[in-house]
Nanobody, 125 residues
């Protein structure tokens, strides 16, 4: 199983970025997909999750709610994180992950079986 995250970069505060995570080696629609992030000097934290199948359910961390949108394209085996109104405190390495437990548990890192390598997002003030 491989998860390949991409789309990170340098952006000014108030700008937008879209992260992508392409998966292979798993039955994609059977997995819920999450994005986590780790800021410099901090622990990795939950950002967003989308349910398996059609992705009809999503959850967001309070810190990103209303600014970030998670979505999935099962035909492309890809999950996205659209990030708008970016703030300097959004600076972090962003990781995608796949898990097969119920979505209400998927804010916890321990519920994920597979992780991508991370992509760096830097937001300048």
């Amino acid at each position: 199983v491989q998860l390949q995250a991409s789309g990170g970069g340098l952006v000014q505060a108030g700008g937008s970025l879209r992260l992508s995570c392409a998966a292979s080696g798993l039955t994609f629609r059977n997995y819920g997909l999450g994005w986590f992030r780790q800021a410099p000097g901090k622990e990795r934290e939950f950002a967003a999750v989308i349910s398996r199948g059609g992705g009809t359910t999503t959850y967001y961390a309070d810190s990103v709610k209303g600014r970030f949108t998670i979505s999935r394209d099962n035909a492309k085996n890809t999950v996205y994180l659209q990030m708008n109104s970016l703030e300097p405190q959004d600076t972090a390495v962003y990781y995608c992950a796949a898990g097969s437990t119920i979505i209400t548990s998927m804010t916890m890192q321990s519920q994920y079986a597979y992780w991508g390598q991370g992509t760096l997002v830097t937001v300048s003030s």
